[in-house]
T-cell receptor, first 114, second 116 residues
Framework: DARVTQTPRDKVTEMGQEVTMRCQPI?????VFWYRQTMMQGLELLAY????????DSGMPKDRFSAEMPDATLATLKIQPSEPRDSAVYFC????????????FGEGSRLTVL | AQSVTQLGSHVSVSEGALVLLRCNYS??????LFWYVQYPNQGLQLLLK??????LVKGINGFEAEFKKSETSFHLTKPSAHMSDAAEYFC??????????????FGTGTLLAVQP
């Protein structure tokens, strides 16, 4: 049963610490998305990769966030330094890259920054 | 630019009653439209999608949605609500520009409560 795997599922950290979230997309999918979900803002698109190349990261705060795909099986989202306002659930999703293709979401990484 | 508006952040229905969740979109190009469902502490999963062809699309769990271009709407319905339908529902629009950009833009979600 193919699925998107995210780690960690839950992370509690202190302000100023570095946080790295990881995502393993579904094998064969060539697009990867990072979304952030909060009560106030809903689902926000942070970054989007196609064939491992970043296509759009306009939704991501550049000063502290970075997203990469070191290889086709791993996407990372890093926050350094973390702030309380970064507390949210971060979702990774992958898709086949076709216009009509659906996105498959991981179960999310719940981040709490104290 | 594309956007989605979901009317009603919370909807409550009785078990067995009709479910109607509203979604209006804005798109300068023909849109592809999606409904996703999110159960507590889970990721989103696809309910149904409209791409081309028949404007009434059927999805999983008895849900369906109708694409109405004249009304720029894509409302989600289910004839008879079940307790297991309680979840948050997201409408989304995807704009395709030659395949190079196909971001999925989500609405703010509608939390559906089903009363016994």
């Amino acid at each position: 049963d193919a699925r998107v795997t995210q780690t960690p599922r839950d992370k509690v950290t202190e302000m100023g610490q570095e946080v790295t979230m990881r995502c393993q997309p579904i094998l064969g999918h060539n697009t990867v998305f990072w979304y952030r979900q909060t009560m106030m803002q809903g689902l926000e698109l942070l970054a989007y990769f196609r064939n491992r190349a970043p296509l759009d990261d306009s939704g991501m705060p550049k000063d502290r966030f970075s997203a990469e795909m070191p290889d086709a099986t791993l996407a990372t989202l890093k926050i350094q330094p973390s702030e309380p306002r970064d507390s949210a659930v971060y979702f990774c999703a992958s898709g086949p890259g076709t216009p009509t293709g659906e996105l498959f979401f991981g179960e999310g990484s719940r981040l709490t920054v104290l | 630019a594309q956007s989605v508006t979901q009317l009603g952040s919370h909807v409550s229905v009785s078990e067995g009653a009709l479910v109607l969740l509203r979604c209006n979109y804005s798109s300068s190009v023909p849109p592809y439209l999606f409904w996703y469902v999110q159960y507590p502490n889970q990721g989103l999963q696809l309910l149904l999608k409209y791409t081309t062809g028949a404007t009434l699309v059927k999805g999983i769990n008895g849900f369906e949605a109708e694409f109405k271009k004249s009304e720029t709407s894509f409302h989600l319905t289910k004839p008879s609500a079940h307790m297991s339908d309680a979840a948050e529902y997201f409408c989304a629009v995807k704009a395709v520009y030659g395949g190079a950009t196909n971001k999925l833009i989500f609405g703010t979600g509608t939390l559906l409560a089903v009363q016994p």
